[in-house]
């Protein structure tokens, strides 16, 4: 069973950045308008370094070959994640929280929170399932699964939205760079020996990567930190709220049904024949148990949903998740039994 002291640890951290972005606005530190602003930089600028850079250490031609159908199965279960997501929204979400309610249920933190859960228990099975299923996931989520906070604009329009956003447009690039120079990955940690011994052309590369992964790593944690200055702000109105039983809702959804709905498609998926080992098929399930992605607060924040729901949701589905994630890989090792 998963380790309850590494999932603590992890949502610990979680907890302590949101506390302190929550005293900075409180305090005063940042204005009120410093997240929008935050918003726009993780979303047009951070994000798609840290899907840039974070390719090329996803995929490899080899791995592709062994693996190919990783990314295939991360995509079908986001998809299912967020179709059931999109149906509890029609029938359960309020006036003006449709898209983020759809969001909040159906896109878990399946990279941040996942890699820190599951490398230290299932070690590089755990980091292959995760960064391959990332592969697929983040189409899906770029494409199709922020859809409810697009405007249209008739077929032009939702097909520009769908392929010509800034995040599908740089995991392309991520794509296209892990096939083409596979001798990025790892570059932005060479030592100065190393270093000086590159060809001219390679040691001008390095401080051009080096940047894009300086500043996809400032996604995270602005993403967490903005949850607080959300949480610390006070209500404009009380559509802005967040009320305690969407928040619930969108808990018990994202924590327990969706997992369980998940265990059920690959339970499918395995019995149609694609060969998932134990540990594969249980870190699986912990991708889609994970809380509700922090890019939802971003996203709900830059294209006018629900900010105060995201962020309210973020928060206790992170600390539920505490309780809900032995409970869900408890029951994935279970339901193996039936592949």
């Known amino acids: 069973m998963i380790s309850g002291s590494v999932v603590f640890y992890k949502i610990a951290t979680t907890c302590l950045l949101i506390f302190a972005g929550f005293v900075a606005r409180r305090i005063r530190v940042l204005p009120e308008i410093a997240i929008p602003v935050m918003s726009k930089h993780v979303l047009m600028v951070a994000t798609p370094a840290y899907v840039i850079f974070y390719m090329p250490q996803s995929i490899s031609v080899e791995t592709l070959h062994l693996y190919w159908y990783y990314p295939v199965v991360g995509f079908v279960l986001i998809a299912i994640n967020d179709l059931f997501a999109y149906g509890s929204a029609r029938a359960l979400a309020k006036p003006g929280e449709l898209a983020t309610f759809r969001a909040l249920v159906g896109l878990p933190n399946w990279v941040f929170m996942a890699l820190a859960v599951c490398e230290p228990i299932f070690k590089d ?28 604009g008739g077929v032009v329009g939702m ?8 995040q599908t447009i740089s995991a392309g690039i991520g794509v296209a760079l892990a096939f083409l120079c596979p001798w990025l990955n790892g570059m932005e940690s060479l030592d100065s020996d190393t270093l000086a011994s590159l060809p001219w052309y390679l040691g001008l590369a390095t401080p051009v990567w080096e940047s894009v992964y300086l500043l996809g790593c400032t996604a995270l944690p602005l993403s967490i930190f903005q949850i607080g200055l959300l949480l610390g702000a006070p209500a404009k109105s009380a559509s802005e709220g967040g009320d305690p039983l969407s928040v619930f809702t ?8 969706a997992p369980l709905l998940t265990m059920a498609a690959l339970l499918l998926i395995c019995r149609l024949g694609v060969g998932f080992s134990q540990a594969e098929f249980t870190v699986a399930a ?20 629900a900010g105060r729901l995201a962020a309210k949701g973020i928060l206790w589905n992170s600390v539920a998740s505490l309780a809900t994630a032995p409970i869900v890989t408890f029951v994935a090792q279970y339901i193996y039994r039936w592949v």
Request: aromatic share 12%.
């Open 286 to 305: 912990i991708i889609m148990a994970m809380p509700a992605a922090v890019t939802v607060l971003v996203v709900a924040e830059v294209y006018g949903g």
């Open 125 to 152: 099975d755990g980091v292959r399932v995760v960064l391959l299923f990332n592969l697929g996931i983040t189409f899906y989520v770029w494409s199709f699964g922020m859809t409810s906070f697009r405007v249209g």
């Open 159 to 166: 097909l520009k939205e769908l392929f010509l956003n800034i």
């Open 250 to 257: 969108v808990s018990v959804l994202r924590l327990l049904v």
